[in-house]
């Protein structure tokens, strides 16, 4: 039980930049963390819910709001996520051969591509929680995280990696064929429990499945593996899908 606890603060530290007070690292542990990526789902998108109660409660205006709400998920994460969006934009916009692609993957240095695109998701996501109705129900704040962390730890754990990402290594190590039940349960459990819970706003959990796997299908097949970068490209499309579902059904 302890070496599931390490892994789980582990994860906490890792994909998360809230404070966490446990800080012991366990190489032991490192197979178990994407095990705990819907429990840091979770803690997300609680935070990011009160946030939206407490905005709603307060009476903010509109735009400021949305302002929140919008740089929330980016701040929360310290970025990462946004990071392999950008890197993988680069590289997959270069439309080089995949030597080249994956050398630009691994290029500190932001290009054109990853700018505009930036800029254009960022963007939307803004226009779409200015787009919020009143009778949203705000919890679906809270199972767009857990959904994209649930589908990306499902699609790391099965997919062939990168032979130069870091999780081809020892990341790799220690995973099991069990992780990948592990995970398609819980997926089906928390989007079947959307729709129990929320209604129509458990159409949410679908649209961040289905931008997940389209940004996916397009990194995976471009760079020829997958990565982490590449999880986090695809995890910031499909939240920005489930948030349109948010704030247009």
């Known amino acids: 039980m302890k070496k599931y606890f390490r892994a789980c603060m582990m994860s906490m530290t890792m994909f998360c930049a809230i404070p966490c007070p446990y800080h012991k690292w366990d190489d032991e542990a490192r197979p178990l963390m994407t095990l705990f ?8 998108g609680i935070l990011w819910t009160l946030a939206a109660y407490v905005i709603r409660w307060l009476g903010l205006p509109v735009l400021v709001g949305a302002a929140i709400l919008c740089a929330y998920p980016f701040l929360v994460t310290g970025g990462i996520h946004m990071d392999g969006y950008l890197d ?3 590289a997959v916009k270069s439309w080089r051969d995949l030597d080249e692609r994956r050398r630009i993957l691994k290029d500190p240095n932001v290009g054109s591509f990853a700018v505009i ?3 254009l998701l960022i963007m939307a996501q803004f226009a779409l929680f200015a787009s919020v109705k009143d009778t949203a129900n705000l919890f679906t704040l809270t199972l767009i995280p857990i959904v994209s962390r649930t589908v990306a730890g499902l699609y790391v754990t099965m997919l062939r990696p990168l032979g130069t990402s870091e999780y081809a290594g020892t990341y790799r190590q220690g995973v099991k064929k069990s992780h990948i039940v592990v995970f398609a349960a819980t997926l089906v459990c928390v989007t079947a429990l959307g729709f129990l819970l929320l209604g129509k706003y458990g159409f949410a959990s679908l649209a961040v499945i289905a931008g997940y796997l389209f940004h996916l299908r397009r990194a995976f097949k471009s760079l020829d593996g997958m990565s982490g970068d590449i999880s986090g490209y695809a995890l910031t499309f499909g939240e920005v899908c489930g948030i349109a579902v948010f704030a247009l059904i």
Do not use: E, F, N
Not at 37 to 44: E, F, H, K, S
């Open 37 to 44: 990526l819907p429990v840091v789902g979770a803690w997300i």
């Open 88 to 90: 993988v934009t680069d």
């Open 117 to 119: 695109a930036g800029i």
